[in-house]
């Protein structure tokens, strides 16, 4: 299938429903249980840089030294530089040594990626995982928000973001009123829906609406005994049980289990774009062709009826 191109919230920027996302890339055995080669990754960007896939997402902190920004540098110096229409977002992080996540500290860290990626500016910034400060001292005077907002207002970036976890958190982080995009994960997938209260906030304050992780890191794709995790952390139980009933139910209707997984981000109307991690270049195909499935409607039935309850949601 081709990937529609949707406006981002209110940005202005316009952006393939489909986003590649690059924590795989970086090599994080220890988040998805395998290695994966500078080779492989770079070869994994070229491919998306071939496809019809115009949204890119990686962050300073993923893999030790911003290795997955080096390898999307790496293949856009092979491609002689950004493509045309290509939104690359990348996120700032605190200091690796020093935990540091001042407001220097969020300039040093958008110096760096610009320097790993080879661009001279990224469209869209984000705030990566807040929940490693309390938030009053993100909002403090001088601190990192506003880093971010001074960044914006000196059109050094296109447009500010918060990305990460917690649903009630991100949602200050909104309310604050800076913010022009959002980007949860796991948190809208077949077995959580913590974020939905979240993405009608953004929806309606025009905020725009990212949607990370639809195979809860690798479960609703790989299957809960190849990987065992989801949202990067042992989740047994009720959880991986609901997991394997939903891939009977897919296999009972001749659907692959992550088709389902994916298009549940993709039909969602307060999703703009869904982020999912690959790391190989036979993925980008495939997760076209995942996208383009035809899904009874029967399916959607019984995939909601198995749906874990609310307690077994990441929150
Ligand atoms: N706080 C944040 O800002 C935040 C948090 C989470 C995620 N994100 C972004 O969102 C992206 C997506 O999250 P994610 O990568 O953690 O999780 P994900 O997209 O839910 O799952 C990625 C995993 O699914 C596997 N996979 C993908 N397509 C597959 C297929 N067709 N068949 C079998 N396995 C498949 C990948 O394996 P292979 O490696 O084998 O392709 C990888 O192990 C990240 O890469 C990152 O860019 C941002």
Redesign the pocket.
């Known amino acids: 299938m081709t990937p529609t191109t949707r406006p981002l919230g209110a940005t202005g920027l316009a952006v393939t429903e489909l986003c590649?996302?690059?924590?795989?890339?970086a090599s994080m055995p220890q988040?998805?249980?395998?290695d994966?080669s500078e080779e492989r990754a770079v070869a994994t960007i070229e491919a998306v840089l071939d496809s019809d896939i115009r949204f890119i997402?990686?962050?300073n902190g993923?893999g030790a030294d911003g290795e997955a920004e080096r390898r999307i540098g790496a293949a856009l110096a092979e491609r002689g530089g950004l493509p045309d229409g290509v939104v690359l977002a990348t996120?700032v992080d605190p200091d690796p040594v020093t935990g540091d996540f001042s407001g220097a500290r969020v300039n040093a860290s958008y110096r760096e990626s610009l320097d790993r990626l080879g661009v001279d500016g990224v469209p869209l910034l984000?705030l990566?995982?807040p929940e490693r400060i309390p938030f009053e001292d993100a909002v403090a005077a001088g601190g990192p928000v506003d880093a971010l907002v001074s960044l914006r207002a000196r059109g050094l970036v296109g447009h500010i973001g918060v990305?990460?976890?917690p649903v009630e958190l991100m949602r200050r982080y909104l309310e604050t009123g800076v913010f022009d995009v959002v980007?949860s994960?796991?948190r809208h997938?077949l077995v959580d829906r913590s974020a939905d209260g979240l993405f009608a906030f953004a929806r309606k304050h025009g905020i725009g609406v990212v949607n990370?992780?639809?195979?809860?890191?690798?479960m609703?794709?790989?299957g809960p005994d190849a990987?065992s995790k989801y949202g990067?952390g042992e989740r047994p139980g009720p959880l991986a049980a609901a997991v394997r009933s939903m891939a009977d139910a897919c296999a009972a209707h001749g659907v692959p289990l992550?088709a389902a997984a994916l298009q549940f981000s993709l039909r969602s109307p307060l999703i703009d774009a869904t982020?999912?991690?690959?790391?190989?270049p036979e993925?980008v195909a495939?997760?076209l062709e995942?996208a383009g499935w035809d899904i009874p409607d029967a399916l959607w039935a019984e995939l909601d009826e198995l749906a874990p309850s609310p307690e077994h949601w990441l929150g």
Do not use: E, F, M
């Open positions: 590649v996302g690059t924590s795989p890339l988040l998805y249980g395998y994966v997402d990686t962050s993923y996120k984000y990566h995982d990305a990460g976890g980007l994960h796991n997938t990370a992780a639809p195979y809860g890191g690798g609703l794709a790989k990987q990067y992550p982020v999912v991690g690959v790391s190989s993925r495939q997760t995942y």
